[in-house]
């Protein structure tokens, strides 16, 4: 996994599903273990993974996850067969890359911790943490930032040096000393504190991708090949201490390995530019139409049925399989195959192959699916209607509690009320023997509507309107709402009501928006039930264990709380069936 070949191509190094950092001489087929990681995140992060060479291939830098989370960086000699390391544990450090000359190690770390208040309820967090440094790997080197005497032979030298670099040259020796290396490590100069990915050298300085604007997930991610985030590369050249802009809108780019060209990845673009990273997504594309493939469709879908067993058989947390005759199992199903005519048939043969291990959370999904139909948009009104009469009828208008920016109701502020009929849609009569919604393909932002409170033309009132393309928000909107209201109304307003819908970023929202606002309440009713689970299950836990401890009272009004945002109310949480994953965690946890 990961294939990093040496520059002098008699190595190979790669991480295996055992956590270890393999190192491999190709000449012999000797095979040794650098290092081996301890953890595995159950996320992208796992055993070791950002490895590279120095450029004389006698030297080997490397993360590695330590007991506290944190990931060091070490350093491996090939000739004395140890690691040492590079920094502490302290801080997050990754992506390392040595300089084309064997002089300095570039890495990324998290060690500016800059708070930022939350406005809700007073709790911090910290973003843009994200900075590089540089260690000078021989004792006697001065660091890259050090003040230096202009001497007038100096720019001389550096002219007649640069008229050699189009000679091809030995890869430079690496004269290094990890002894004391922590103190030869210094902080890029000239570069702000932000979230910047996937270090790598180049002559000049160094290349790094960097997120823009703090997304709900984009801080926590790891970028690879599959990542679909955008970020803009930004070139750091060591001789002018300056940072400059590059290709902007990428989701992840690699060196050549003579350092000199980039390819990029921007969706479903690649490209190929200059290594000083200027350009636009487009330049340099590589076109791929010319690529023609002949496929086996049976022996593809054995291939990917094979590989769906193997991945379960590997990495199972259970070497037993719970008990399952995996194997017997694959090979029975194998003999569905050349039945298989879609990868939908395909997908729902490795379901049965890995429903069988009676687990959550091992899903089969995508592939080359071939939909290829367009659907044809259809608008709608937030509303319900009954199609038993002559027009159809307004039974339920739905409109938030309040009005939020965020959900879009129709009929919201307007005198049509729930009893109201649909007479005609743009001018189209909606009779009952015509289908309504086939009036609401292809509109546009207003729709014309004729509306009466009895079901026919005379007295009916014309009405623009904006519709909605989906009404799902608006509806769960609704369905709170009136699930806390009758709480609410069977309590005498003494319990309040939150509905939690996933564990991710609609959960928060969901969160912050009603628990906050019902902390007055002495009991608080959690309805965890269709939680479609996530991650941040912990935090929500964080957020109700945090009790009031403390209470100021001024001379004049009520005494105000501390924590402002502490919860003293009686909490019961509910479930069902279809609460999943993260949701079930934090039922357990409640």
Not at 346 to 362: D, F, M, Q, R
Not at 418 to 446: H, M, P, Q, T
Not at 519 to 534: E, H, S, T, V
């Amino acid at each position: 996994m990961n294939l990093v070949w040496s520059p002098d191509s008699k190595y190979i190094l790669f991480h295996d599903k055992y956590m270890k950092l393999n190192l491999l001489d190709v000449s012999t087929g000797k095979l040794d273990v650098v290092d081996k990681g301890e953890f595995d995140d159950g996320w992208e992060r796992w055993g070791i993974q950002d490895y590279v060479f120095s450029p004389d291939s006698k030297w080997i830098a490397y993360t590695k996850k330590m007991e506290n989370t944190n990931e060091a960086i070490f350093l491996y000699s090939l000739t004395e067969k140890k690691s040492y390391p590079v920094t502490t544990d302290l801080y997050q450090n990754f992506s390392p890359s040595f300089d084309p000359k064997g002089k300095y190690l570039y890495f990324l770390s998290n060690r500016s911790f800059e708070p930022i208040m939350g406005v809700v309820d007073q709790e911090h967090i910290f973003i843009d943490m994200t900075m590089p440094y540089v260690a000078v790997l021989e004792p006697g080197d001065e660091s890259p930032f050090a003040p230096k005497f202009e001497e007038k032979g100096e720019q001389k030298e550096e002219k007649a040096e640069s008229k050699d670099k189009s000679k091809t040259s030995p890869a430079p020796q690496s004269k290094i000393d990890p002894r004391g290396i922590m103190e030869r490590t210094f902080a890029v100069e000239n570069v702000e504190r932000g979230m910047y990915f996937r270090l790598e050298a180049t002559e000049d300085g160094f290349l790094m991708l960097k997120g823009e604007e703090p997304l709900f997930e984009n801080c926590y991610t790891v970028v690879t090949d599959k990542t679909s985030d955008n970020y803009n590369l930004v070139a750091y050249n060591l001789k002018d201490k300056k940072i400059s802009d590059g290709i902007k809108g990428i989701n992840n780019y690699h060196l050549s390995s003579d350092r000199k060209k980039i390819v990029y990845k921007a969706g479903k673009k690649f490209g190929i530019i200059d290594a000083n990273g200027k350009g636009n997504v487009g330049d340099g594309a590589i076109d791929f139409s010319s690529a023609k493939f002949k496929i086996n469709f049976k022996e593809e879908f054995t291939q990917i049925f094979n590989e769906a067993y193997r991945i379960e058989r590997d990495w199972f947390y259970d070497k037993n399989l719970h008990g399952v005759d995996f194997e017997g199992l694959k090979n029975k199903l194998l003999e569905y195959i050349p039945e298989c005519g879609t990868r939908s048939d395909l997908n729902y043969l490795i379901g049965e192959l890995i429903a069988e291990l009676n687990i959550g959370h091992t899903y089969v999904w995508g592939g080359d699916l071939r939909v290829d139909s367009k659907k044809v948009p259809v608008v709608l009104l937030g509303v319900d209607l009954n199609f038993d009469e002559i027009y159809p009828k307004i039974t339920k208008i739905y409109k938030p509690e309040e009005v939020d920016p965020q959900i879009k109701s129709s009929f919201y502020g307007t005198f049509v009320k729930e009893g109201f009929y649909i007479i005609s849609v743009d001018g189209r009569e909606a009779k009952k023997d015509v289908n309504f919604y086939a009036l609401l393909e292809n509109r546009n932002k207003i729709v014309e509507l004729l509306v009466n409170d009895k079901p026919q033309k005379d007295g009916a009132r014309k009405i623009l309107v904006n519709p909605i393309r989906n009404e799902m928000a608006l509806r769960y909107r609704v369905w709170v709402d009136e699930n806390r209201a009758k709480v609410a109304r069977m309590s005498n307003g003494k319990i309040g009501y939150v509905h939690i819908p996933d564990m991710g970023e609609e959960g928060l929202k969901e969160f912050g928006r009603t628990y906050y606002s019902q902390l007055d309440k002495p009991a608080i009713i959690i309805d965890d039930r269709y939680n479609a689970g996530g991650f941040t299950g912990d935090m929500l836990i964080n957020r109700l264990e945090k009790k009031v401890w403390a209470a100021t009272q001024p001379r004049e009004g009520k005494p105000s709380l501390n924590p402002e945002k502490g919860c003293y109310a009686h909490l019961a949480l509910l479930i069902n069936e279809d609460t999943g994953s993260c949701g079930e965690f934090y039922a357990t946890a409640f």
